[in-house]
C-alpha cells in the first residue's frame, strides 16, 4: 500500500452501518399485542412494551411498542425499540453490560448523577469491565453523560453508531469517543451535528486503548474547551486533550491511540490545550476532515502537535480554512522527542499561530506544516515557519537536534517571518551552540 493512498469513505460507513451484522427486522408490528409489565420491571418503564424476557446471567430485555417510552437502564439490560420519542437512563449503578437499539424517533440518552453528585461509572454507551453499545437508526437525538459515557470505555468496549439525524452530544470527561484501557467510539453518520464536552473527549486514547470520532457528512461543531484549569496556569485557558488525541501519563502508562475523522461539510472545532490532532507521551493523535470551508481554534498544542516521544497530525483535505492556534506549540510543532505534523492539501488557507509553530520543533523533534495548494497566509512568532529551537533535555547524551519544515508547493503566499514564493533556505544555524536552532527548512513552491 502507498502512503498516500486515499481513505475508502464507502468501505468505512458501510462498515459501520453493518455493524450489527446486517440485522433484519421483519414482521408487523402492528399485530404484535401490548404485554403487560412485569413487576420487576414496575417503575423501570413507562409506556407500551410489546415483550419482556429475563435471561439468567444477563437481565432484563424489552421490546418496546410504537410510543414514547422512558427506559431505567440500571434495570434494563437491552432494549429494541420500534418507534416514538424515546428516553434512556442510566444512573449511578449501571456498569452491567448494556444494548440498545432504536428505530425511530427523537429519543435522549442521559447519564445521571447522584443525589451527592456522584457520576455514574458508565454512562450512555459507556462501558466499565464490560460492552455497551447504542445503535440509533433515525431522528434527532440527544445524548448526555457527565462521565465515561457517550461511546466510552474503562476495561471495556463503549460504541455509539447513529445512523441519521441532526444530534447533539453533551459529555464531561472520558466522553464522546474516549477508552482507558478498551476501545470507545463514536459513529455518527447522517447529519449535522453538535459535539460539546469537557476533557479526554472526541477521540481520545488514553493508556492501553484505542479511541474514535467519527462524522460522516453535515456541518458540525466540535467544543472541547471545558472547565479543567490550563495545565500551564494560563488565565482563561482550560486544558482539553480532545479531538483526535493521544493520552499517557508521563513516567507511568503509554498513551493509546486516538482519532477523529470527519468525511464532509463546512465544520468548526474548538479546544483548549493539546487537541486537534495531538500526541501526548508514547500515543498517536489524528485529526482527518475530508472537505469543506472549515475553522480550528485551539490554545498551546493544537492542530497537530505532539509532545514527550509522541506523534499527532492534522491533515485536512479541502475547502478554504483557518486555523488559529493561541499561546504557544501549534499547527505542525513538536517537543521532546516527537513527531508532529500538519497537511492541507487544498484551498486558499489562513494560519495564525504564537511561538514555536508552522513546522517548528525543539528538545529532538521534528515538527512539519505543508501546504500543497492555494493561496495562503501564515502569521507567527517566535520560533516558527520552518524553524528549530532547544535541544537542551537530550544534547549532553545525545548531540542529537531537532528539525523545523515549513512546505508551501503553491501560491501566491503571505509569510510573517519573512520568507517569500519560491525561496528555499535552511532557517538554522548549523554551528549554534549546545544545538539551538540548528536545523529549520522553508521551501516554497
Not at 410489546?50 to 417510552?69: D, F, K, R, Y
Not at 503571505?414 to 514564493?421: E, K, L, V, Y
Given at each position: 500500500m502507498q502512503g498516500s493512498a486515499s481513505l475508502d469513505r464507502t468501505a468505512l460507513v458501510r462498515a459501520a452501518e453493518h455493524f450489527d451484522t446486517a440485522l433484519a427486522v421483519s414482521g408487523d408490528w402492528k399485530t404484535f399485542a401490548i404485554e403487560t409489565?412485569?413487576?420487576?420491571?414496575?417503575?423501570?418503564?413507562?409506556?407500551?412494551?410489546?415483550?419482556?424476557?429475563?435471561?439468567?446471567?444477563?437481565?432484563?430485555?424489552?421490546?418496546?411498542?410504537?410510543?414514547?417510552?422512558?427506559?431505567?437502564?440500571t434495570k434494563i439490560a437491552a432494549v429494541f425499540d420500534i418507534a416514538g420519542d424515546d428516553r434512556y437512563e442510566w444512573g449511578v449503578g449501571v456498569v452491567e453490560s448494556r444494548l440498545v437499539i432504536d428505530m425511530a424517533g427523537n429519543d435522549s440518552y442521559s447519564g445521571t448523577r447522584a443525589a451527592d453528585g456522584a457520576a455514574p461509572l458508565a454512562g450512555p454507551g459507556g462501558a466499565a469491565c464490560g460492552v455497551s453499545v447504542i445503535d440509533d437508526y433515525a431522528g434527532n437525538d440527544r445524548y448526555e453523560s457527565p462521565h465515561?459515557?457517550?461511546?466510552?470505555?474503562?476495561?471495556g468496549v463503549g460504541m455509539v453508531v447513529d445512523r441519521a439525524g441532526d444530534d447533539t452530544y453533551v459529555g464531561g470527561t472520558w466522553t464522546v469517543g474516549a477508552a482507558f484501557a478498551g476501545i470507545g467510539a463514536v459513529c455518527d453518520l447522517g447529519g449535522s451535528d453538535q459535539y460539546s464536552s469537557e476533557m479526554f473527549s472526541q477521540g481520545c486514547g488514553g493508556p492501553g486503548s484505542a479511541a474514535l470520532l467519527l462524522d460522516a457528512s453535515g456541518n458540525d461543531r466540535y467544543r472541547a474547551d471545558g472547565t479543567s484549569p490550563s495545565a500551564y496556569e494560563t488565565p482563561t485557558v482550560h486544558a482539553s486533550f480532545s479531538q483526535g488525541v493521544g493520552f499517557g501519563y508521563r513516567a507511568g502508562a503509554a498513551g493509546g491511540v486516538g482519532a477523529l475523522v470527519d468525511m464532509a461539510g463546512n465544520d468548526r472545532y474548538e479546544a483548549g490545550e493539546f487537541g486537534q490532532g495531538c500526541g501526548y507521551y508514547l500515543s498517536m493523535g489524528i485529526l482527518?476532515?475530508?472537505?469543506?470551508?472549515?475553522?480550528?481554534?485551539?490554545?498551546?498544542?493544537?492542530?497537530?502537535?505532539?509532545?514527550?516521544?509522541?506523534f499527532g497530525v492534522l491533515l485536512e483535505h479541502g475547502g478554504d480554512d483557518i486555523y488559529w492556534s493561541m499561546t504557544a506549540a501549534g499547527q505542525g510543532a513538536a517537543w521532546d522527542m516527537s513527531?508532529?505534523?500538519?497537511?492541507?492539501?487544498?484551498?486558499?488557507?489562513?494560519?495564525?499561530?504564537?511561538?514555536?509553530?508552522?513546522?517548528a520543533a525543539a528538545q529532538q523533534a521534528i515538527g512539519m506544516l505543508i501546504d500543497l495548494a492555494g493561496r495562503d497566509d501564515y502569521r507567527a512568532a517566535g520560533a516558527s515557519q520552518g524553524a528549530a529551537d532547544s535541544n537542551a533535555y537530550h544534547?549532553?547524551?545525545?548531540?542529537?537536534?531537532?528539525?523545523?519544515?515549513?512546505?508551501?508547493?503553491?501560491?501566491?503566499?503571505?509569510?510573517?517571518?519573512?520568507?517569500?514564493?519560491?525561496?528555499?533556505?535552511?532557517?538554522?544555524?548549523?554551528?549554534?551552540k549546545d544545538g539551538v536552532n540548528q536545523w529549520g527548512v522553508f521551501i516554497t513552491r
Open positions: 409489565l412485569p413487576d420487576e420491571l414496575a417503575g423501570a418503564v413507562d409506556g407500551t412494551v410489546l415483550s419482556t424476557q429475563l435471561v439468567p446471567e444477563i437481565g432484563w430485555m424489552v421490546i418496546g411498542g410504537a410510543g414514547a417510552n422512558r427506559y431505567d437502564m465515561n459515557g457517550l461511546g466510552a470505555a474503562v476495561f482527518r476532515d475530508d472537505g469543506g470551508n472549515d475553522l480550528y481554534y485551539g490554545n498551546r498544542y493544537a492542530q497537530g502537535t505532539a509532545a514527550h516521544q509522541a513527531v508532529a505534523a500538519l497537511v492541507d492539501r487544498a484551498g486558499d488557507d489562513r494560519y495564525q499561530a504564537d511561538g514555536l509553530s508552522q513546522g544534547w549532553d547524551a545525545s548531540r542529537c537536534t531537532s528539525l523545523g519544515v515549513l512546505r508551501d508547493t503553491e501560491g501566491p503566499n503571505r509569510f510573517s517571518a519573512g520568507g517569500a514564493d519560491g525561496e528555499r533556505r535552511l532557517t538554522g544555524k548549523p554551528d549554534a
